[in-house]
């Protein structure tokens, strides 16, 4: 599918895409210590260094070894990659550069490391692996494979039903439409 197809794809199975707010509609995003958490308010306008953002790892943006479940730790990754992504897109010139190759590692790293079945059936991050196969991305072909395999899931099972997965899809939409007019 071509860039635009997705979006109205996206948009059509929100079925909210015009109302969805800016920020996902789960409080526990927004509070805590976990990696996805802190991003998330960062993206809320909590000021969050480059450095806190990076820190010294490599590969994954969360330690797996600190969740109990893979299922678990997927899922917060996912999220913490959808934020990242926002992150880079929000971020000023030179904290962006650092903030887009991060999420690029990251994502090279889940192609080659993570099932997209691994999580709770919920998209996050969908439109960072469409955006990672364009002209000079680092998806040849795979990352859309995997983008597919998120929202396959979430359409197989009563996550496409939940107002986090909707959201989550029309915020892809968003990030998408933004990348587009780029």
Known sequence: MQ?????????A????????????????????????????RACAGEP???EQVLGGRRGSLLAPDAFLAIEVWAECELAALHALHRLARTASHADSAALQDRASEAIHWHLEHTQPDNSTNRPWALHAFLLADRPGGIGAGDASLYAETLLHNMCATD??????????LADAARELRLATAT
Do not use: M
Request: glycine fraction near 8%.
């Open 3 to 11: 860039r635009e197809d997705w979006i109205r794809h996206l948009e």
């Open 13 to 40: 199975l929100s079925g909210c895409a015009a109302h969805a707010g800016p920020l996902p509609p789960d409080p526990t995003l927004l509070t805590g210590e976990r990696g996805e958490q802190r991003l998330w």
């Open 48 to 50: 969050i260094t480059v």
């Open 159 to 168: 996550a496409r039903n939940e107002p986090l997965s909707r959201w989550i």
